[in-house]
């Protein structure tokens, strides 16, 4: 089993900055990505950025290339995501992500960011 553990949401004006952190643990060995996805009130969960367990392949939504930045830690089993320039849009609970090699997903309790106009 994995878990995973969010922390860093929060309430910040439009034009403002939030940085997540997410750290993993338990059966990690097996891990092929670790990502963040949200989920806006009445809307689907969708994803908002990846990174291999590499750290080689990064993949972002479109609607935030150029704001967010996802990273990983020095300790692999962690990952950040920067947001920059936060607009009221990307008010959702956001979650931690993790996909084994199996393609089994794993979840975090998701972290509430409200970005006020």
């Known amino acids: 089993q994995v878990q995973l553990v969010e922390s860093g949401g929060g309430l910040v004006q439009a034009g403002g900055s939030l940085r997540l952190s997410c750290a993993a643990s338990?059966?990690?060995?097996?891990?092929?990505?670790m990502g963040w996805f949200r989920q806006a009130p009445g809307k689907e969960r969708e994803l908002v950025a990846t990174?291999?367990?590499?750290?080689?392949?990064?993949e972002y939504a479109d609607s935030v290339k150029g704001r967010f930045t996802i990273s990983r830690g020095n300790a692999k089993n962690t990952v950040y995501l920067q947001m920059n320039s936060l607009k009221p849009e990307d008010t959702a609970v956001y979650y931690c992500?993790?996909?084994?090699?199996?393609?089994?997903?794993?979840w975090g309790q998701g972290t509430q960011v409200t970005v006020s106009s």
């Open positions: 990174i291999s367990w590499s750290g080689s392949i990064i």
């Open positions: 992500n993790l996909r084994t090699i199996a393609q089994d997903n794993y």
């Open positions: 338990g059966r990690t060995f097996s891990s092929y990505r």
